[in-house]
């Protein structure tokens, strides 16, 4: 085995380099994080998926942050976090992936946003391997993948590709898969949003 050597002149020796984290398990999630509004509420819906990787493997360390309007279509303006008072809606919330790759959002169901076109959720991926945070969104079910949904963001992505932005019914609430890449890739937006771009 070759010993390493020392830096010209330095006496400092090179150490081999290594990734250390990120630790998302450990760091970011708090007590009731992905429970926007209590469970059981009148009008709770559940929002829930899994991160999949290039093979359709499960992402076991991920983390998901949502964020989404008020029943106003309004963004939410509650100051303070979920544990300040019980469950005022702050329009986000956080859920680390279990060993399946699994996350849930308890939450309201999502309105159109105002001045928008169409109801959907801001979601961020946050992973191992991942040098930024990935960007997208979950349109409601039956939202139209056809360019006339007058939203410029979902209608401006490639025709082939705009239903991995849907999510699906999922008594009682929805579903939506996050595919890192590969088959089925969901589609991710670049913030800011540089119109040249599209999505990425």
Do not use: I, K, N
């Amino acid at each position: 085995m070759t010993q390493p050597t020392t830096q010209s002149g330095s006496g400092l020796v090179p150490t081999v380099g290594q990734t250390v984290g990120p630790f998302f398990h450990d760091a970011l999630p708090w007590p009731g994080d992905r429970h926007l509004v209590a469970p059981g509420d009148a009008g709770a819906v559940r929002l829930a998926g899994r991160v999949l990787d290039g093979e359709g493997a499960p992402v076991p360390d991920a983390l998901v942050e949502l964020w989404q309007a008020g029943a106003d279509g309004r963004p939410a303006t509650a100051p303070g976090s979920l544990r300040r008072d019980g469950h005022t809606f702050t329009g986000f919330g956080r859920c680390a992936t279990d060993e399946e790759g699994w996350w849930s959002f308890t939450t309201l169901p999502p309105v159109t946003p105002r001045g928008g076109a169409v109801a959907y959720v801001s979601l961020a991926v946050f992973a191992r391997g991942l040098l930024d945070r990935l960007l997208t969104r979950a349109y409601l079910p039956g939202t139209p993948v056809d360019g006339t949904s007058g939203d410029g963001v979902l209608d401006g992505v490639a025709a082939d590709r705009r239903a991995t932005l849907v999510m699906a019914a999922d008594d009682p609430g929805y579903r939506f898969d996050v595919r890192l890449q590969g088959e089925g890739e969901t589609v991710f937006l670049c913030w800011p949003r540089d119109p040249r771009a599209g999505g990425r």
